[in-house]
């Protein structure tokens, strides 16, 4: 499987979001600086965000994006479906349907069933999870007994 870096970025930018957000709008500016994407393309990547419900435009001064819901509530596979990111592993395009190779290779099944435990996988990490794991855990090295 190839995430494009649609996908990868979408993600990124979410997860900017989520951790600098604390309930105020963020600018895609921030966010462009921050994660080096370039703007004109975060703003593309968030209409999508934004039509499929996991951020809001907020107007004006100070104005900018925030999270739908909550980073537990938005897994990364939301994220990258949001995009228009297919996530299969198979070499067919299944946009339109089923394959359609009028025989299937022989892999097929090996990929499409790495592509459901992909998915799977995608929809078990949100974003407040992927906070949680980023946070550098307290050195205790230094307590005395």
Known sequence: MRLT???????TAMLD?????????????DI???????LSYLEQLFAKLRRNGLVQSVRGPGGGYILSLK???ISVASIISAVDEPIQATACDTSNGPCPRLSRCITHDLWQD??????????SVSLGGLI????????????LS
């Not at 870096?5 to 993600?11: C, F, L």
């Not at 790495?114 to 929809?123: C, Q």
């Open 71 to 73: 980073p537990e509530a």
């Open 114 to 123: 790495l592509g459901k435990h992909i998915h799977h996988y995608l929809e």
């Open 5 to 11: 870096t649609r996908g990868r970025y979408a993600v």
């Open 17 to 29: 979001l989520a951790c600098h957000a604390h309930g105020n709008p963020i600018s895609l500016a």
């Open 132 to 143: 949680a794991h980023s946070k550098p855990e307290t050195d205790h090295s230094h307590d």
């Open 32 to 38: 462009a600086e921050r994660q080096s994407i370039s």
